[in-house]
């Protein structure tokens, strides 16, 4: 299983930025798949997370009404669109996917990772 994330640069705060996943070489087609970040000196931490048929989605509390999560099933791939992003949401972005077919915050749960994106936000 191959995870390739992309979408990510330096933006201003304000700005809107779509990050994307492509999910390939998956073995089942009902996985749910999720968004991670990781700050410089910080623990990875949970950001949104979609189940395989888009239908139900989780997010963080700080990035709810500013990120979307979506899907397009049959390309298994998800995109996180941020408007408004804030310089704290500067990190390294993550692709996942879990073999679980709800949208799940546990990073524990998710068995297959992308490489990252950087995303910074300038004030």
């Known amino acids: 299983v191959q995870l390739q994330a992309s979408g990510g640069g330096l933006v201003q705060a304000g700005d809107s930025l779509t990050l994307s996943c492509v999910a390939s070489?998956?073995?089942?087609?009902?996985?749910?798949m999720g968004w991670f970040r990781q700050a410089p000196g910080k623990e990875r931490e949970f950001v949104a997370a979609?189940?395989?048929?888009?239908?139900?989605?989780k997010y963080r509390e700080s990035v709810k009404g500013r990120f979307t999560i979506s899907r397009e099933g049959a390309l298994k791939t998800v995109y996180l669109q941020m408007k408004s992003p804030r310089p704290e949401d500067t990190a390294a972005y993550y692709c996942?996917?879990?073999?679980?077919?709800?949208?799940?915050?546990?990073?524990?749960?998710?068995?297959?990772w992308g490489q990252g994106t950087q995303v910074t936000v300038s004030s």
């Open positions: 996942a996917t879990t073999p679980r077919d709800i949208p799940v915050d546990y990073e524990g749960s998710y068995n297959y």
């Open positions: 070489r998956l073995t089942t087609s009902t996985n749910g």
């Open positions: 979609i189940s395989w048929r888009g239908g139900r989605t």
